[in-house]
C-alpha cells in the first residue's frame, strides 16, 4: 500500500474511533495497527488487506454489557467496506478480505482465521488482551460498566467458577491469561508469553496484598 493511502486511511480511522471508550480508543487503534505490521514483517501476508482491517476493526464498538456488542465486528466490516470504496486506488477485489479479517477478529467468538491476513490481524489484538496493557484496558472498561476490581468472597476463583459480568479480576481467568494461546504467528506468541508471565506476576502480588489488607487469610 503507498504511503500516501496509508495515511489517508489512519486519518479517517483516528477521526471515526470512538472517544469515550479509553479501552478501544485511537491509541488502542494505533497500537494494534504498529503490532500487525510487526507481525506482518515474519508472514507472508498483503498489507494492503492487513492495515484496513487493522484500521477499522473496531471502529463501531459498545459497552461489553451491552447486547449490541455482539454485532461490533459486522457493523464495522460493513463500515471499512464503505470508506475503501470510496477510494479509487485501492483494488475493490480487496475489500472482502478486509471485511473477512474484522468479522473474524473476535475473542468472544473465537472464529478460525480464513486467511494469513486474518491471522496477523487476530495475533495483533490478541496482544492487547495480555500483558500490562491488557490490566488497564480491563479494569478502564470494567469501570464504565461499574463492576466491582474483584470478587469480595473468592477474589482469585479458588472455589468458584469466574463470571464477567461480576469483575475486572474474573477476566483474567475467562480471556487475559488465555489469549497466548490462540496465537498464531512465532512472533506474537514470543511476545504473549513474556507478557503472560508479567500477568501472573501481578495476580501473585495482588494476592500478597490482598492478604495483607484482610481480604482474604
Do not use: W
Not at 504511503?3 to 469515550?20: D, M, P, Y
Not at 474474573?170 to 508479567?198: C, G, N, P, V, W
Amino acid at each position: 500500500m503507498n504511503k500516501t493511502l496509508e495515511e489517508k486511511l489512519i486519518s479517517i480511522a483516528e477521526e471515526r474511533q470512538v472517544k469515550g471508550d479509553p479501552s478501544h480508543d485511537f491509541q488502542h487503534i494505533r497500537r494494534v495497527f504498529f503490532l500487525a505490521k510487526k507481525i506482518s514483517e515474519h508472514e507472508e501476508v498483503d498489507l494492503d488487506v492487513v492495515i484496513p482491517a487493522a484500521l477499522f476493526h473496531d471502529t463501531v464498538v459498545y459497552r461489553k454489557d451491552s447486547p449490541e456488542s455482539k454485532n461490533e465486528t459486522e457493523e464495522s466490516a460493513r463500515i471499512a467496506g464503505e470508506i475503501l470504496e470510496t477510494f479509487d486506488e485501492y483494488p475493490k477485489e480487496k475489500i472482502p478480505l478486509v471485511q473477512a479479517c474484522i468479522r473474524e477478529c473476535s475473542f468472544t467468538k473465537g472464529l478460525k482465521p480464513s486467511s494469513q491476513e486474518s491471522a496477523v490481524l487476530q495475533d495483533a489484538d490478541l496482544l492487547e488482551s495480555t500483558g500490562a496493557i491488557s490490566i488497564i484496558r480491563t479494569f478502564s472498561s470494567g469501570g464504565q460498566m461499574q463492576r466491582q476490581f474483584y470478587n469480595h468472597e473468592d477474589p482469585f476463583r479458588k472455589d468458584t467458577e469466574p463470571d464477567v459480568t461480576n469483575s475486572g479480576l474474573d477476566l483474567f481467568y475467562i480471556r487475559l491469561l488465555k489469549a497466548q494461546d490462540r496465537m498464531h504467528s512465532e512472533y506474537a506468541k514470543k511476545i504473549a508469553e513474556r507478557r503472560t508471565q508479567f500477568l501472573k506476576d501481578f495476580l501473585k502480588e495482588l494476592e500478597m496484598e490482598l492478604t495483607e489488607a484482610g481480604v482474604i487469610s
